[in-house]
């Protein structure tokens, strides 16, 4: 019996090859300081990758007096050019800010290089872009959290940082405990005692109206590029305070702007008013808008919003604003006006020469029920002014949200009007957050104005009028491709 040879070929192991390591730098300016610094960063940066086994050097890409916007950096394009003919397998940044200070522009540029397996480490937040796109938009939240604070005069020389006890605060709805709760089970504890907690809330110098429009800002300009947008200001009832806020929408998501909590001007009807607030601080410039009426601090809200440079055309509001002075007052402030017009006799209008009151109008026309609307510009026909003015309902939608479900009205106990200014603010911050996240994974534009258009013109078709052509295409393809008469074709569709 012969014997038989069976040849086993092992093949030759691939070694692992190295991994192309880059780095980009960035400084905003072109002084002596600054490329200095930019100097170090490639000094630093060319160090690490090749003292570091298993990396190859690919480069480091740097610019010097750009800003963070993708366009006018040459270097930072060739990097992305390099990365995708795979020349680039990581890319080492210092931070975030450095690699792009538009959240759109980093969002894109970050979700393009981990479609073709390129990481990006920011070494100051610690974090790999092949990780999940939620940590990222996390971080990038809190970046522009501790900006907005410092701007608000929310900061500490020492002790714990404020950014710390507002990341506590911002997250203790998720814990599904309030404060007292956690420190009695001994869960979700933070590093500092409760007393830290509440004198930040108390504390006179933070301007939380300017926190909250200025982040409100950031995150509109930034991370959300608006088709069209409007203003809406609105007034409710929170347990004795009327809370005047001012809210920004483009139709698809609603932000908080800033807004007021109202006391009243009667100081017998206040309760727990501070002894003696100093007059230099926010708390005192906030205490004094509390007790205007809110037709008179509406435009101080507009103006916050205008300063901070928040885009928006339109201010919707409900009958209670549409006065004379205010449709006048916000005209010069720079916003058009769209709103409910009240049903008095003491309003007047020209209609047909003569100077009439809406209940003399509709009653000369014979009509019993009616709602008006005012438009400043007058441009705008009739059904654009009613379908501007239907995006009033998310102001609606964002309080009974942020009642139910982000604790507004019942997590914070406390009798001190800055707590609750305070606890105002770092529920609009959650509201924000969930936002801007649910814009990300849900809204069509976020995939690109083509997908958008496609959607448009999908919606308009029913799903009768679909199913119906799915049938018509089927028949067109038995006839021209089967031998099957007309009546076996009805039989079968």
């Known amino acids: 019996m012969g014997r038989k040879v069976t040849q086993v070929d092992f093949g030759i192991p691939e070694l692992p090859r190295d991994k192309n390591v880059a780095a980009y730098c960035r400084v905003s300016s072109g002084k002596d300081a600054m490329l200095h610094s930019l100097e170090a960063q490639v000094s630093y940066y060319s160090g690490l990758i090749q003292s570091h086994s298993g990396w190859e050097y690919a480069g480091v890409y740097a610019d010097e007096a750009r800003t963070g916007t993708k366009d006018t950096r040459e270097n930072f394009l060739r990097m992305l050019a390099d990365c995708r003919t795979g020349k680039i397998d990581m890319v080492l940044t210092k931070s975030i800010s450095r690699f792009a200070r538009n959240t759109v522009t980093l969002l894109e540029t970050v979700r393009e290089l981990k479609q073709i397996g390129v990481d990006v480490y920011f070494e100051e937040q610690n974090i790999h872009s092949l990780s999940t796109d939620g940590e990222l938009m996390l971080t990038v939240l809190a970046s522009y959290i501790s900006s907005a604070l410092k701007v608000s005069n929310a900061y500490k020389k020492k002790g714990i940082p404020v950014i710390k006890v507002f990341q ?17 089970t001994g869960r979700n504890t933070p590093g500092f005692a409760k007393d ?16 909250t429009t200025v982040l409100a800002s950031r995150i ?11 203003d809406r200001a609105n007034h409710r009832y929170r347990f004795g305070f009327r809370m005047l806020t001012l809210g920004w929408s483009d139709g698809s998501s609603f932000l908080p702007v800033n807004s007021i909590l109202f006391s009243s001007e009667n100081k017998k009807n206040r309760v727990n008013e501070a002894v003696k607030v100093d007059k230099r ?44 002075s205010t449709l006048h007052a916000v005209k010069t402030i720079g916003y058009d006006v769209i709103g409910m017009v009240k049903k008095t006799p003491k309003m007047f209008f020209r209609y047909k020469g003569e100077d009439m009151s809406l209940i003399t109008i509709y009653n000369r026309n014979k009509r019993k029920e009616y709602l008006c609307l005012i438009s400043t510009d007058t441009t705008l026909d009739e059904n654009e002014i009613i379908r501007i003015y239907g995006r009033r309902w998310d102001i609606e939608v964002f309080f009974k949200v942020c009642k139910s479900y982000r604790n507004l009205s019942r997590e914070c106990n406390s009798l001190s009007y800055d707590a ?4 105002t603010a770092v529920v609009f911050k959650r509201y924000m957050m969930l936002s801007l996240e649910s814009r990300e994974g849900s809204d069509n534009r976020s995939l690109g104005e083509l997908f958008v258009y496609f959607s448009d013109e999908m919606s308009d078709i029913t799903w009768i009028q679909a199913f119906r052509m799915l049938l018509q295409m089927f028949r067109t393809i038995l006839n021209n ?7 076996k074709i009805d039989e079968l569709v």
Not at 281 to 307: C, D, F, N, W
Not at 420 to 423: E, I, P, S, V
Not at 481 to 487: G, I, P, Q
Request: hydrophobic share 45%; glycine share 2%; charged share 20%.
């Open 168 to 184: 506590y605060l911002f997250l203790l709805i998720f814990s599904n405990r309030s404060m007292y709760m956690s420190l009695i």
């Open 481 to 487: 491709n089967t031998e099957l008469s007309d009546d």
């Open 420 to 423: 609750m200014t305070a606890h």
């Open 281 to 324: 601080t926010a708390g005192y410039k906030r205490r004094l808008l509390s007790i205007q009426k809110g037709t008179q601090a509406m435009p101080e809200l507009l103006k916050t919003a205008k300063k901070a440079a928040v885009p928006a055309k339109y201010v919707l509001f409900d009958s209670w604003f549409s006065s004379p």
């Open 220 to 230: 509109i300009r930034d991370a959300i590029v608006p088709l069209d947008s409007e």
């Open 196 to 211: 830290t907690v509440y004198r930040f809330m108390k504390m006179l110098q933070i301007n939380w109206i300017r926190f």
